[in-house]
């Protein structure tokens, strides 16, 4: 009876000892699990399939909150109204933001490389603000995985040694995750433009020299004479493949392929296994 009174105590303890976390998309619980480990709970909020620009907490995750000892906001945007509702429900939870340190982006749109149509249409397109999908780019990454580190760090000093391997693991596997996009896009010359249907690949675009050409239009499809030009556009860089996501319809895109000639290929930065991911990204635009 006293041994199993014990064990039911060391367990209870070791479940208590867990920080309890909350995060925003996917590709933050892999970051946060890298660093934390068997150390961290981590409640999702952005459930797979669904879009972090118009998300709605279900009641069991608003649950969850109410245990939370951190939130790691990334800029999604359901984050700007429903991070003060989730700041209510747990006063004690500290929101860490791990956009700061972060240089940030303008969201692209699908005029910015073709000054005739800027000018043409330059009332009609504006920018929609800051591109939030800073994930996609390696160097970022390391700056997120050191404020995670140090969030987890400061709110469990008694495990630091474990939670300091592990960031340090974390930090190869990024390192190698670069090379590899590096080596399998070496042969592309500077400037390779890619065609995607959601402009979510910005950072990426940045990190490795080349230029994402966006299909949709502040967040609408392209209209007919629009379309026909990205065609054209298309035709003339020798685009290979559309890239599309599974969160948004990939309808026009299927219509521009069959009129190119080229793939529909479905990727999202919401991907879980996002080293995997940008090597795949890598990959299709190198033609492989």
Same mark, same amino acid.
């Given at each position: 009876? %006293? %041994?199993?009174?014990?064990?039911?105590?060391? /367990?209870?303890?070791?479940i208590?000892?867990?920080? #309890?976390?909350?995060?925003?998309i996917?590709?933050?619980?892999? $970051?946060?699990?890298?660093?934390?480990?068997?150390?961290?709970?981590?409640?999702?909020?952005?459930?797979?399939?669904? /879009?972090?620009?118009?998300?709605?907490?279900?009641?069991?995750?608003?649950?969850?909150?109410?245990?939370?000892?951190?939130?790691? &906001?990334?800029?999604?945007?359901?984050?700007?109204?429903?991070?003060p509702? $989730?700041?209510?429900?747990?006063?004690?939870?500290?929101?860490?933001? @791990?956009? *700061?340190?972060?240089?940030? *982006?303008?969201?692209?749109?699908?005029?910015?490389? #073709?000054?005739?149509?800027?000018?043409?249409?330059?009332?009609?397109?504006?920018h929609?603000?800051?591109?939030?999908?800073?994930?996609? &780019?390696?160097?970022?990454?390391?700056?997120? &995985?050191?404020?995670?580190?140090l969030?987890?760090?400061?709110?469990?000093?008694?495990?630091?040694?474990?939670?300091?391997?592990?960031?340090?693991?974390?930090?190869?596997?990024?390192?190698?995750?670069?090379?590899?996009?590096?080596?399998?896009?070496?042969?592309?010359?500077?400037?390779?433009?890619?065609?995607v249907?959601?402009?979510?690949?910005?950072y990426?675009?940045?990190?490795?020299?080349?230029?994402?050409?966006?299909?949709?239009?502040?967040?609408?499809?392209?209209k007919?004479?629009? @379309?026909?030009?990205?065609?054209?556009?298309?035709?003339?860089?020798?685009?290979?493949?559309? $890239?599309? *996501?599974p969160?948004?319809?990939?309808?026009?895109a299927?219509?521009?392929?069959?009129e190119?000639?080229i793939?529909?290929?479905?990727?999202s930065?919401?991907?879980?296994?996002?080293?995997?991911n940008?090597? #795949?990204?890598?990959?299709a635009? &190198?033609?492989?």
């Amino acid at each position: 009876m %006293k %041994k199993l009174t014990l064990l039911i105590l060391l /367990s209870t303890s070791y479940i208590f000892s867990n920080i #309890n976390v909350v995060v925003s998309i996917l590709p933050e619980k892999t $970051f946060v699990k890298a660093i934390g480990g068997e150390k961290v709970n981590v409640s999702l909020m952005v459930l797979p399939g669904n /879009s972090p620009h118009t998300y709605e907490p279900k009641p069991s995750q608003m649950k969850n909150l109410t245990k939370a000892s951190l939130y790691f &906001a990334i800029g999604v945007e359901f984050e700007k109204v429903w991070l003060p509702k $989730f700041k209510n429900l747990n006063n004690r939870m500290e929101v860490v933001n @791990l956009i *700061q340190n972060i240089t940030l *982006q303008k969201m692209q749109k699908h005029t910015e490389h #073709n000054e005739h149509e800027e000018n043409k249409h330059k009332e009609a397109h504006t920018h929609v603000g800051n591109d939030p999908h800073i994930w996609t &780019a390696p160097s970022n990454v390391k700056v997120i &995985a050191k404020t995670i580190y140090l969030a987890l760090v400061k709110a469990d000093m008694d495990n630091k040694a474990y939670y300091t391997k592990n960031y340090k693991t974390f930090l190869k596997h990024i390192e190698q995750t670069d090379e590899k996009i590096k080596e399998i896009l070496s042969k592309k010359n500077e400037g390779t433009k890619f065609m995607v249907f959601h402009p979510s690949w910005g950072y990426f675009a940045k990190e490795y020299n080349l230029i994402q050409l966006p299909v949709e239009m502040e967040g609408k499809s392209p209209k007919p004479r629009e @379309l026909i030009q990205l065609i054209k556009e298309a035709r003339e860089e020798k685009i290979v493949a559309i $890239f599309t *996501q599974p969160e948004f319809s990939d309808a026009i895109a299927k219509v521009m392929a069959n009129e190119l000639n080229i793939k529909v290929i479905k990727v999202s930065p919401l991907s879980p296994k996002w080293s995997q991911n940008l090597i #795949n990204i890598a990959n299709a635009i &190198a033609g492989n």
